[in-house]
């Protein structure tokens, strides 16, 4: 195994083998290049050389069982918080990238309170309410403490620049690392990464507000290493990851094509985060097939006319979003602190209206790993304790 790939491995499984949880950057990062919106990172044992694209794809055919998408509730309360749960976060891990959404009071501690990690490039901002910035400052201000020196991006709604940088600069001055803030509108690229895109999605709050999906690009088919070596007389060897890669190969006179011994594109996985809203066609459209949408739930059906008034959702109301959507899977966040101790009344509702895979009233420290959808893996849920 070379450096590169300990390294990576060491990475995904740092929740495990790290307890100085401030540490920064965590142990085994390495170095990646991959376009405009990739920052380069290098851990303390890293090479630093640049991780192209055919030395990733080869590392991933050696080590399917690595790729991850996780997603951990950081927060899961309405606009106040409660004994058991925090202001709205939420932080998707996916091959050692670490995407926040939204940032509220406390945040950083409930990163460490459930090990995800310090190591954030890009913060998605869905709207500028108290309850899903205020945890903004105190994170960006440790980072400084920790003499962070990689830039930071934070993604807000457009016109909400000049809020965005009163958090930046609230404690008396801008941090020593660069931050870049950009504003979106729904229907925007916001993050174009080798692998995956992460688009602004049209939602209905009482102010400024996008959702957010990671939308990952098709995956090459399956390798047919029984083919190639039984069929074809290929020995195992440069020539499986260079068929792999759509690249042809000369073997004993003739020249082996990749679909001969590639299957067909295979999916990848989406997710779908809304923020506060009202149910919206722009959700249903942004969430079609998803495999986890994160949906507003701040209240039952007994008090859809507050939900209304909020411009927020009811448990059945992002159910039937859900399942106009055809997603796979749904999490309802944002829970009203009236339901404290009754969050069963929510799950009760969800459990009657959806009608896809699985439906769960997310709590602080909620953690889902998300398989891919030909993957014969389960979907999993862990809750902090267990």
């Known amino acids: 195994m070379t450096l590169l790939e300990e390294n990576f491995l060491r990475e995904i499984r740092r929740n495990s083998e790290v307890t100085d949880y401030m540490r920064y950057p965590p142990i085994g990062t390495f170095s990646v290049d991959c376009g405009p919106e990739r920052v380069r990172r290098s851990g303390p044992e890293s090479t630093g050389q640049n991780c192209h694209a055919s030395s990733r794809h080869e590392f991933i055919a050696r080590f399917p069982n690595e790729q991850t998408m996780r997603v ?161 007389g290929i020995p195992p060897g440069p020539k499986y990851s260079k068929l792999h890669g759509g690249t042809p190969v000369e073997h004993d006179g003739r020249t082996i094509q990749p679909e001969e011994v590639v299957g067909p594109a295979r999916p990848g996985r989406r997710f779908v985060y809304t923020g506060d809203t009202r149910p919206t066609e722009g959700v249903i459209e942004a969430a079609e097939d998803a495999d986890l949408l994160v949906h507003d739930g701040t209240f039952i059906e007994e008090h859809s006319e507050r939900a209304r008034q909020t411009a927020h959702s009811t448990a059945r109301e992002a159910a039937t979003v859900a399942n106009e959507a055809g997603a796979k899977r749904l999490a309802i966040t944002h829970i009203s602190t009236r339901y404290s101790g009754s969050a069963w009344r929510l799950e009760s509702e969800l459990q009657e209206s959806f009608t896809g895979e699985r439906g769960l009233v997310a709590e602080d420290g909620t953690q889902l790993k998300i398989p891919y959808p030909e993957s014969d893996r389960e979907f999993e849920r862990t809750d902090h304790g267990e």
């Open 72 to 232: 951990t509730f950081l927060g899961t309360s309405g606009a106040i918080p409660s004994t058991t749960r925090n202001p709205s976060a939420l932080l998707v891990e996916r091959e050692g990238d670490r995407l926040l959404f939204d940032c509220g009071e406390g945040t950083q501690r409930q990163m460490m309170r459930f090990r995800t990690g310090f190591d954030v490039e890009h913060v998605f901002l869905s709207h500028l309410h108290g309850d899903h910035v205020l945890g903004l400052t105190g994170l960006l201000q440790t980072w400084d403490f920790h003499e962070r020196e990689r830039p930071v991006a934070i993604h807000s709604p457009a016109g909400t620049r000049g809020q965005v940088e009163q958090l930046v600069s609230v404690s008396g001055g801008r941090p020593t690392y660069p931050v870049r803030i950009t504003q979106v509108t729904a229907g925007d690229v916001v993050l174009n990464h080798e692998e995956y895109e992460v688009r602004a999605v049209a939602v209905d709050h009482r102010t400024r507000a996008v959702g957010y999906a990671l939308v990952e690009d098709e995956r090459r088919g399956r390798f047919d290493r029984e083919k190639a070596e039984q069929e074809l």
